[in-house]
């Protein structure tokens, strides 16, 4: 069975701490993605990564980061968390037909 | 601006009736193209694609139909369950299924006992 595994399901973080979600997919994929969701607003997409140490901007790339140091590990970066980035994180990793998701990570900044 | 556009934030049908989700994309180069239902606080999961080389392809209850011509996919759910009851999402790509995926904004589907 295919697995996207995000590390946390909730995290409440700090303004102004630095924040991780890792990511980790068991399928030898080559493609990696971060997205976030809003209510409104859909799925969209922060970064994503097209083999190690690769990494390309998404849509709203602002006040992330990202690093994949082994293919099978994504991680997302908050270098400063603001009250704004309070949403539902997903990560995801597609053969050539879907994209597999994680379960998702609820991450509220007070 | 919006490539992909779903224009109703919900929709609500009794149960064993037909649902049609609707939508449009903007981008002549999308040429994959997904259906994904999500519940709260869960991940999205993939119900079904089509290729722009289609115009319809079926998977038990759900059936995907694309006018290219249009720039319009429905999804239909035949017959309708209570347990269908979440959040549809449409997604496209430019290049087949391993690429960055673009979405919708989702239509919340409720069906009534």
Redesign the interface.
Known sequence: DVK?TQSS?YLVKRTGEKVFLECVQDMD???M?W?R?DP??????IY?SYDVKMKEK?DIPEGYSVSREKKERFSLILESASTNQTS?Y?C?S???????????T?LTVV | DQQVK?NS?SLSVQEGRISILNCDYTNSMFDYF?W?K?YP??????LI?ISSIKDKNEDGRFTVFLNKSAKHLSLHIVPSQPGDSAVY?C?ASER???????????TKLTVNP
């Open positions: 996207v399901r994929h080559e493609n993605f997205y969701q409104g607003l859909g799925l969209r997409l994503f998404g539902m997903l995801a597609p053969s050539n037909t879907e994209a597999f998701f994680g379960q998702g609820r | 779903q934030p997904l994904y999500k606080a869960e991940g999205p999961t993939f694609s999402f997604a087949g299924g391993s690429e960055k995926l673009v979405f919708g904004k989702g």
